[in-house]
């Protein structure tokens, strides 16, 4: 496997790079933050969608090894906006379900935190329905510990996946984020429209902040703000974005 052999080396050959996609406050598109998105520059492939490769990297059990390398890689970077001298920001991470199957994530996410010298609130996990499906006194545990750490747990893709309000009463989650498949067809479609707004009212019944991503137009945008949808994430606010581009967008109000 061409892609195989490729991956094992991308680390060491410095292939791998996190782009940041900012996220906004809806009510005033203040900045509140950036998930960090894994991006592969192979130099025999080329760029390398993250959809294609970490199912790969899973398989051949690379993914322990890239998971460290971007969460390190992720609160270096927190850091180094600190000392820039920005604050009142998250960066959001995300963890597939094998990673969560893993003992030690906790530790790791702790001793990543404390190397770099980062607080926990400032990191933003992302999790997906997925992670609930196989060993779920395991992840149970683990995201008890994460929450332990002081960090922020948020539910990716939500409303897409085996879906159960009973997980939403299970875990500690803090934000929910809803799939861009429930965004893309607003403000017309009525179905996305209510499903949007009862997510939108099931998380704030539950203490939870809520977040679109995908948003894409500037209707859509005005559409979950009206809602009452916390934070808004997308191409209409801006892509993910380089390292320096990314860090153009503080201060940068919209
Ligand atoms: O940027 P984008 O289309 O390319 O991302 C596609 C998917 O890959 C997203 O669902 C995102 O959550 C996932 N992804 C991006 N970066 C990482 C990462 O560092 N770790 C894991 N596990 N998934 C990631
Ligand atoms: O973690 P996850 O599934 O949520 O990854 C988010 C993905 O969605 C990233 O690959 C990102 O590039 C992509 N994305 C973000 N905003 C938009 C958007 O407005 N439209 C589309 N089509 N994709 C988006
Ligand atoms: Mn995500
Ligand atoms: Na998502």
Redesign the pocket.
């Known amino acids: 496997l061409v892609m195989g052999n490729q991956l094992r080396d991308a680390i060491r050959r410095g292939e791998l790079e996190?782009?940041y996609q900012p996220q906004y406050r809806a009510t005033d598109r203040r900045l509140t933050g950036f998930e960090?998105?894994?991006r592969w520059n192979s130099g025999q492939l080329g760029q390398v969608?993250?959809?294609r490769f970490?199912p790969i990297a899973e398989a051949l059990g690379l993914?322990p090894e890239?998971?460290e390398w971007?969460l390190d890689a992720a609160c270096r970077q927190l850091r180094a906006w600190l000392d820039h001298g920005h604050r009142d920001f998250t960066v959001a991470?995300?963890?597939?379900a094998q990673?969560l199957q893993r003992p030690g994530l906790a530790a790791q996410v702790g001793a990543a935190l404390q190397q770099h010298g980062v607080p926990a609130a400032m990191l933003d996990i992302?999790i997906t329905e997925s992670s609930f499906m196989e060993n779920v006194w395991r992840v149970q545990r683990t995201l008890a510990e994460l929450k332990a750490l002081g960090l922020q747990l948020s539910l990716?893709?939500f409303g897409t996946g085996y879906s159960s309000l009973a997980y939403l009463k299970q875990f500690p989650i803090d934000k929910l984020k809803i799939d861009q498949s429930f965004v893309r067809e607003l403000p017309a479609d009525a179905a996305d429209a209510a499903i949007v707004r009862t997510i939108i009212a099931v998380a704030h019944e539950l203490h939870m902040h809520v977040a679109a991503e995908g948003v894409a137009t500037q209707a859509q945008a005005d559409f979950l703000a009206a809602a009452g949808c916390d934070e808004l994430q997308g191409n209409h606010l801006g892509p993910?974005l380089n390292v320096e581009q990314a860090g153009e967008r503080f201060g940068v109000g919209r």
């Open positions: 996190l782009h960090a998105l894994l969608p993250p959809g970490i993914m890239i998971g971007v991470v995300n963890m597939s990673q992302e990716d893709d993910a």
